[in-house]
């Protein structure tokens, strides 16, 4: 994935477009990705880790179809659905049920779909008592719940989840750890996850991708890495992702 970055500072449409003319525009090449290539089946859960800025996010942005390769391709086969940010499309000073619509809206579902979901999303979320309640008034756990329900009204076959538990609660953090595991040992979805998380990537993912300057530098797998949300993890297996 190649990016070109602007050399100069510029202030306005007028002049970009001054300078496009004129030819006068110079770009900086910058490789986001180099030369990935991985393959996975249903059902896997892949883990990716990294610095910041090794190409991670962009790597779930060309899976997802968000951006196009510059060059190669990404061959999937079912439905997707990207998590990149859970509840980035509410509105604070709404209720639960109005987001709830809202969120469907921007997804692309009419009002009928919507009233068919809603219950199921209310009770997924368990927020039955505060469906009213505009959700500023809300907790960490309780916002990513409802995101995570709206995410999910129809289970994907490629779950892609970017930093699913930043900023939750110990207890809504759980909760998610949960869910995710179960879509993929119990209902053999596929899933990949980014987390700055060490653990919560050992307890998620069955391989896990080890990122540096923009390449794939290394790789763990096997069935020991996957323990069940809860389960201890071993110090010798922590110390690998040092």
Do not use: C
């Not at 604070?92 to 779909?113: F, V």
């Not at 756990?141 to 995570?148: D, I, K, N, Q, W």
């Not at 709206?150 to 110990?170: F, K, Q, R, S, Y």
């Not at 207890?171 to 979805?189: C, D, F, S, T």
Request: charged share 25%; hydrophobic share 45%; no cysteine.
């Amino acid at each position: 994935m190649l990016f070109n970055l602007s050399s100069e500072k510029i202030d306005s449409i007028k002049e970009y477009l001054i300078k496009t003319v004129r030819r006068e525009l110079h770009y900086q090449e910058f490789w986001a990705l180099k030369n990935i290539s991985f393959a996975l089946e249903k059902g896997d859960s892949l883990g990716i880790v990294g610095l910041n800025g090794s190409g991670k996010s962009t790597l779930l942005k060309v899976i997802s179809g968000i951006l196009k390769p510059t060059a190669g391709r990404v061959e999937t086969v079912g439905e997707i659905a990207p998590l990149i940010e859970l509840g980035a499309g509410f509105d604070a000073n709404l209720s639960a049920r109005e987001n709830i619509y809202l969120n469907g809206a921007i997804l692309g579902h009419n009002r009928e779909y919507m009233d068919q979901r809603f219950d199921e999303i209310v009770a997924f979320a368990e927020l039955q008592d505060f469906v009213d309640t505009a959700i500023k008034n809300y907790s960490s756990g309780m916002v990513a719940r409802l995101g995570f329900a709206i995410a999910t009204m129809n289970v994907p076959d490629i779950l892609i989840i970017d930093e699913p538990t930043v900023g939750v609660d110990i207890g809504a953090k759980e909760y998610i750890h949960e869910l995710i595991w179960n879509l993929a040992a119990k209902e053999g979805k596929t899933v990949i996850l980014i987390s700055s998380d060490m653990n919560e990537m050992i307890s998620l993912a069955r391989r896990i991708l080890i990122f540096r300057d923009k390449q794939i530098t290394g790789e763990l797998r096997g069935e020991e890495f996957f323990a069940k949300p809860g389960e201890e993890i071993s110090a010798e297996i922590g110390k690998s992702f040092v």
